[in-house]
């Protein structure tokens, strides 16, 4: 808890703005021409993704573990919630593998080269994808029972 809010809503956040931009990196690392000026940017915006996911995974436990979201309703937005987090953590871990792989071979030429942009892309794609279907399950248990 900081200030009364728990942990999980201010990290979450994290991951919801470096999710975007490590998809946005990882797919502009596909063009070749941008290679060099990218691998940096992308590998720094995984990193803190990574930290991000993992964190909000461990807080999520630990506000699952208070027994505040035991409402029968709720209890089926907390499970898709927290699947789709857990594929998102999968995801992210591989794509900050798979770049980091990327930014050491980085001077390889040919299919080495070539494999590592394809799966970054591809892996960049998902974890968007990803971190949006995990926020927006997210959202709605932090929203159910309101109207705007």
Same mark, same amino acid.
């Given at each position: 808890?900081?200030?009364?809010? #728990?942990?999980? /809503?201010?990290? %979450?956040? !994290? /991951?919801?703005?470096?999710? #975007?931009?490590? @998809? $946005?990196?990882?797919? !502009?690392?596909?063009? #070749?021409? &941008?290679?060099?000026?990218v691998?940096? *940017?992308? $590998?720094?915006?995984?990193?803190?993704?990574l930290?991000? %996911? &993992?964190?909000?995974?461990?807080?999520? =436990? =630990?506000?699952?573990?208070?027994g505040?979201?035991s409402? *029968?309703?709720?209890? *089926?937005?907390?499970?898709?919630?927290?699947?789709? +987090?857990?594929?998102?953590?999968?995801?992210?871990?591989?794509?900050?593998?798979?770049?980091?792989? @990327?930014?050491?071979?980085?001077?390889?030429?040919?299919?080495?080269?070539? +494999?590592?942009?394809?799966?970054? +892309?591809?892996? +960049?794609? !998902?974890?968007?994808v990803?971190?949006? $279907?995990?926020?927006? @399950?997210g !959202? =709605?248990? @932090? &929203?159910?029972?309101?109207?705007?």
């Open positions: 808890m900081i200030n009364g809010l #728990p942990l999980h /809503a201010i990290v %979450v956040h !994290a /991951a919801v703005v470096f999710g #975007p931009l490590a @998809a $946005l990196a990882g797919v !502009a690392y596909a063009v #070749p021409k &941008w290679r060099d000026w691998r940096w *940017p992308l $590998l720094g915006s995984v990193l803190v993704l930290v991000s %996911v &993992w964190v909000s995974h461990f807080s999520g =436990q =630990q506000l699952q573990d208070t505040n979201y409402n *029968p309703t709720i209890g *089926p937005l907390l499970e898709t919630h927290s699947s789709r +987090a857990d594929v998102l953590r999968i995801v992210a871990t591989v794509l900050t593998v798979v770049v980091a792989l @990327a930014a050491w071979l980085h001077r390889r030429e040919g299919t080495v080269r070539l +494999a590592l942009a394809g799966g970054v +892309a591809v892996l +960049a794609v !998902a974890t968007g990803y971190v949006v $279907l995990v926020g927006d @399950a !959202a =709605q248990i @932090a &929203w159910y029972g309101t109207t705007v």
